[in-house]
């Protein structure tokens, strides 16, 4: 839909984009930059409830609202795992540090 209405930005196509109900040519949400941090606090609230604890208890906080089948938490949490896990920051890779290229 953004693209059909000319709001696409290929260089930040995570904008979210609302249109103006009194005026539909206008994008409300043009400058939603901050719409990433956003994401990231809820994937961080999910990863929170669906990945089990450290405390050794495979049930995981989401799970015992739901009474979900603990099959699904085990698929679910090993997704959110891989996704966070390629999120966070290579200790080897901080600023200072060689990254094998000039």
Not at 20 to 40: H, I, Y
Not at 55 to 84: C, K, P, V
Request: avoid cysteine; hydrophobic fraction near 35%; charge should be positive.
């Amino acid at each position: 839909q953004k693209r059909s209405q000319g709001w696409a930005d290929a260089t930040r196509p995570f904008l979210l984009s609302v249109e103006d109900p009194k005026n539909p040519a206008s994008d409300l949400a043009r400058n939603s930059f901050n719409v990433r941090n956003v994401q990231r606090a809820f994937e961080g609230a999910y990863f929170s409830l669906a990945v089990p604890a450290a405390t050794g208890n495979t049930e995981t906080l989401l799970g015992s609202i739901l009474q979900w089948d603990s099959r699904w938490d085990s698929a679910f949490a090993e997704h959110r795992l891989r996704m966070y896990k390629a999120r966070q920051p290579n200790p080897g890779r901080g600023p200072g540090s060689s990254s094998g290229g000039t």
